[in-house]
Antibody, heavy 119, light 109 residues
């Protein structure tokens, strides 16, 4: 069974840093591009970042470019999001999502981890 | 950047009725790159449709997708109680990689 499990969320002060992790189970992680998608409280979905299976290509939303870094460790079946210079508007549930079986779509999602940026 | 606009914002229907949700793109989108998701409160989104009309694994056949160019539609032929949720359309591009519509809330009338 495919499973994605996020961790690392919490309360952080503005300007602070946080690292999110996503552990993958039940599929060949190294062959799937992975993404982070966030959802602010009561709001819609916002794509954050993308990384190919071999880490050769990464993309970021303009709202996080220069502050967030996506990475992965295929040996550990894990995806990461390093978040620096956090702002109140980064407060959201962060989901990791895979792109594999369904072309150009996110076929599996984790349960999400909440990041709250507040003093 | 392509903007996706979903309508209506809220749709009030009864179980057994037919639901038609719209997604309009600000410029032409390849049908191969248009998907739909369902999200229930407190849950992660679930992929329903990809490639504009292809059902994802395990999705009931009462869900169907159609459209091309700038106009796409998600249809639920006969609403079941578990179908009341928020629905998002999504397009896949280069930068940003994914863009979502603002969502349509399907509520029980």
């Amino acid at each position: 069974e495919v499973q994605l499990v996020e961790s690392g969320g919490g309360l952080v002060q503005p300007g602070g840093s946080l690292r999110l992790s996503c552990a993958a189970y039940g599929f060949t992680f190294s062959t799937h591009s992975m993404n982070w998608v966030r959802q602010a409280p009561g709001k819609g979905l916002e794509w954050v970042s993308y990384i190919t299976g071999g880490s050769s290509t990464v993309y970021y939303a303009d709202s996080v470019k220069g502050r967030f870094t996506i990475s992965r460790d295929n040996a550990k079946n894990s995806l990461y999001l390093h978040m620096n210079s956090l702002r109140a508007e980064d407060t959201a549930v962060y989901y990791c999502a895979s792109q594999g079986g369904a072309p150009a779509a996110l076929d599996y999602w984790g349960q999400g981890t909440l990041v709250t940026v507040s003093s | 950047e392509i903007v996706l606009t979903q309508s209506p914002g809220t749709l009030s229907l009864s179980p057994g009725e037919r639901a038609t949700l719209s997604c309009r793109a600000s410029q032409s989108v390849s049908s191969s790159f248009l998907a739909w998701y369902q999200q229930k409160p407190g849950q992660a989104p679930r992929l329903l449709i990809f490639g504009a009309s292809r059902r994802a694994t395990g999705i009931p056949d009462r869900f169907s997708g159609s459209g091309s160019g700038t106009d796409f539609t998600l249809t639920i032929s006969r609403l079941e109680p578990e179908d009341f949720a928020v629905y998002y359309c999504q397009q896949y591009g280069s930068s940003p990689r994914y863009t979502f519509g603002q969502g349509t809330k399907l509520e029980i009338k």
